[in-house]
């Protein structure tokens, strides 16, 4: 199983990037893919979940972030617009088996880190002010 994250970089406050999840090793279909980040010295933090037919934001970054599937790629995006130096932060993609992860993160408006099967190792972003 192999989840590689990509996408990051630095930008300006205000700007756009858009992180990509590449997935392989197992079933795509059969998996939820969330999207968490942790900034120096605070919790990792679930912001999205994605499967077939529903997807989750966070408070945090609802109305500016959307995540998309190409299940054709086994690709997992996540488009972060208006971006703010809080932001800032490694992002991670995760597969949760089954979708259960996300679907009580729409119930809890919390994505939980522990809840999630597989992880990728982080694409950094930086806001800049």
């Known amino acids: 199983v192999q989840l590689v994250e990509s996408g990051g970089g630095l930008v300006q406050a205000g700007g756009s990037l858009r992180l990509a999840c590449a997935a392989s090793?197992?079933?795509?279909?059969?998996?939820?893919i969330g999207w968490f980040r942790q900034a120096p010295g605070k919790e990792r933090e679930g912001v999205s979940c994605?499967?077939?037919?529903?997807?989750y934001y966070s408070d945090s970054v609802k109305g500016r972030f959307t995540v998309s599937r190409d299940a054709a790629k086994r690709t997992v995006y996540l488009e972060m617009n208006n971006l703010k130096p809080d932001d800032t932060a490694v992002y991670y993609c995760?597969?949760?088996?089954?979708?259960?992860?996300?679907?009580?993160?729409?119930?809890?408006?919390?994505?939980?880190?522990?809840?999630?099967?597989?992880w990728g190792e982080g694409t950094l972003v930086t806001v800049s002010s």
């Open positions: 995760a597969a949760d088996r089954g979708g259960s992860a996300c679907t009580l993160a729409r119930i809890t408006a919390t994505l939980r880190p522990g809840a999630m099967d597989y």
């Open positions: 090793g197992f079933t795509f279909d059969d998996y939820a």
């Open positions: 994605s499967s077939d037919d529903n997807s």
